[in-house]
């Protein structure tokens, strides 16, 4: 395994953990078995990273490897033993749900950029990476995706990804790209929260709206 493979591996199974925790967390909150809520963490964690390998056209990154399943097992031994501290408060979700945003938002970058594929593109594959999970935990909870929503969540994805590039051009050490990617990602999230940023909301009036449609619009 070369250096950037471990590297790769070592970012992947950090926000697995991450992300799994956020949605074994999310579960616990839904009242979800165990088993309920270890399926709840793994697609979180395993989610985007499944649409972006189908996307490319390379093997699924789950697949090659049983780590992945088995840290989701460990992530969800960890909430059970220390689900007081784990599962009350929605900053304990903030926080695992930023970092492994983040570090999967550097993966599919990085993941999409050794296949061979141009930089806007991985733009793209990192916010896949990083936001697919948790759109198809939220479904499985039935909650409204947050990717959807107002919040700062994709546009961080973006910013993060635009900093990767921005900083890849001046032919710094690779880990300073991803680093610099990572923690605007991070950065971002936590400014949004703090000071309440938001993206506007898309808003139709009910008057120009067919007959048919104004009942769709509450």
Partial sequence: MTSDTLFITTIEVLGTIAFAISGIRLAAAKRFDWFGAYVVGLVTAIGGGTVRDVLLDIPVFWMLSFRYLAVTGLSLAAVIIFRQ?????????????????????????????????????????????????????????????????????????????????LVSLTNAPLWVPQGICAATIVGLRVLAVRYNWSLPILKVDRESLPDDRQSDIK
């Fill in 85 to 165: 501290a784990l599962v009350r408060g929605m900053r304990t979700l903030f926080i695992f749900d930023a970092i492994g945003l983040a570090l999967f938002v550097v993966v599919g970058i990085q993941k999409t950029l050794a296949a061979g594929y141009p930089m806007w593109v991985a733009i793209v594959m990192g916010i896949i990476t990083g936001s697919f999970g948790g759109i198809i935990r939220d479904i499985l909870i039935n909650d409204e995706p947050l990717f959807f929503r107002k919040d700062i969540y994709a546009t961080a994805c973006l910013a993060g990804g635009v900093a990767y590039y």
